[in-house]
DNA sequence: ACCTGAACACCGTTCAAGT
DNA sequence: ACCTGAACACCGTTCAAGT
C-alpha cells in the first residue's frame, strides 16, 4: 500500500507472480503507456497476466474502478514545486497534471466520469487547496476553486486528447475535425452567424499553450472575486 | 436542411420509409431519448430502421459523426430569451444548454469528444458571443470565453451524468460514488491532508445550482479582467 | 449506383464448474 | 476458498456480393 510508486517499467517479467490488485494495475499502467487506455480493457490486461478475464474480478469490480485506481495511482507521482510564488507553484501543478493526462491518452474521459477520489488523489486536492489559501483566498472559495480547476483541466485534456483509438489507420480525422471548426468558423455567413463571422479570428487564434494560461488565469482571478453564496459556507 | 426542427416524437412510423441521413439522426434522438446514449448504437440505430449496420455507413461515417450529428440537431433547439440583461440572457442560454446535456445522459461526454461544429452550433456559439460583447467584454477575450463556457457547462454535465449505461442493475453505483468520495474527504487524515480535513465541509457544500452559478459567475468576472496576450489578438 | 448479409475482430460481465 | 473456461450478450466496421 505505502511501497513507491508503482514502477512503470518492468522489463523483467517473473514467471508468473501471483495476482493482486497491485500487479493488476500496474499492469494496466503498462499497456496504457504503450497502446493507449482503449487497449486497456478487462481482457487485454487479463491476457498479458496471463489468465482469463473473470480472474480480475476477484480484485475489480468493474473497469470502472480499474481506471480510477490507476488514475489515483499516476496522479500519486505528481510533486508539489518548492520555489517560487505560491501562484507559480499552483500553474506548475496544475500543469503536471495536464500533462499526465495529456501522456495517457484517454484517461482524461475516465476522469471526467470517475472523480478523482483515491489516497493520492486526495492529497493532490490538498495541494491544490494548500496553495490557494496560502494566496489568501477565502476557504469556502478556495475549495470550490478546486473543483472548478480541476474540472477544467481534465475538461481540457479530454478535448485535446481525442482519437484514442484508430489512430493508426486514421490520423487524418485529428486534423479533419479541427480543419472542420475552423473552416465552418471561417466560412461562417455573416447573415446568419454575424458575431462568429466578424471575429472568427479571436475564436481561433492565440497557441494552446497561451489559451491555457490565460483559462487558469481566468479562473483563480474570477474565484477570488466572486463570492460565494453564504448559506453554503461550512 | 433548413426544415423544422428535427421533431422528437413520431408515434406514426410510415412504413420503412426511405433511408437518408435526416431519418438516421432522427431515430437516434428518439433512442437516446428512451434508452440513453450507450444504446444508440450503430446496430441499434439500424435495427430500428429495419436494416443492417452496414447500411447506415453510406450516410454516416462512423459512430463519433452520428453523435456529432446528433448534437448539433439538439443545440438547434436552443434560444436565447429577450428579455433581461445581457447577463441574464446569458446565464439563461447555458443553463439550457447545461439542461440539454442532462436530458440525454452520456451526450456531454461525447460533446467534449467532438466540439460542436455544425451549423446548429456555430448560431449557438454566435449568440454566447453576442451577448458577452454586448456585455462590454472585449472581442479577443469574449472569444476566449465562450469556449471556456462552453467546455465548462459540457464538463459539467458530464460529471453528473455518470451511469448511463447500468441504471436498471446497479443504481447503487452512482450514490456509492458519491459517499466515496464524500466520506474519503469525511474522514481525510490530518496528517496526510492537513487543508482537506480542516475544510471538508467547503469542499462539499453548497447545492449543485449553487455551485453552477458560482461557477459561472467567476469564468465571467474572471475573463473581463484577466487580458489575452497582444500577440493572439487577431 | 445503391444497398446489405455475413464476417472479422473485438468488448464487459457472469456463473457453473473445477482445484 | 480461490480461481477460471466458457458462454452470453453485445460492440464498430468492412467488403464481397447482390439488386
Known sequence: MTQQ???RSRRERPAKPALSREWIISTTIDIMLSEGLDKATMRRVAQSLDTGPASL???IANT?????????????TLIVSSSGSWSERLERLLDEYRELLFTYPGLAKSALAIRPSGPHSLIFIDSLLGLLLEGGMESARAAW???????????NAAEHSVPAASDIEAPVD??????TLSTAIGNADPAVAPRVAAHGPALLGGTPAQRWTWAIGTLIAGAAIVPVPPAAKA
Do not use: F, K, N, Q
Not at 485529428?174 to 480543419?179: A, P, Y
Open 145 to 155: 476553486a478546486v473543483d472548478l480547476l480541476m474540472l477544467y483541466v481534465t475538461a
Open 64 to 76: 470502472a474502478e480499474l481506471h480510477s485506481a490507476v488514475l489515483d495511482e499516476l496522479i500519486g
Open 174 to 179: 485529428r486534423e479533419s475535425t479541427w480543419t
Open 5 to 7: 510508486p508503482a514502477s
Open 57 to 59: 474480478y476477484v480484485y
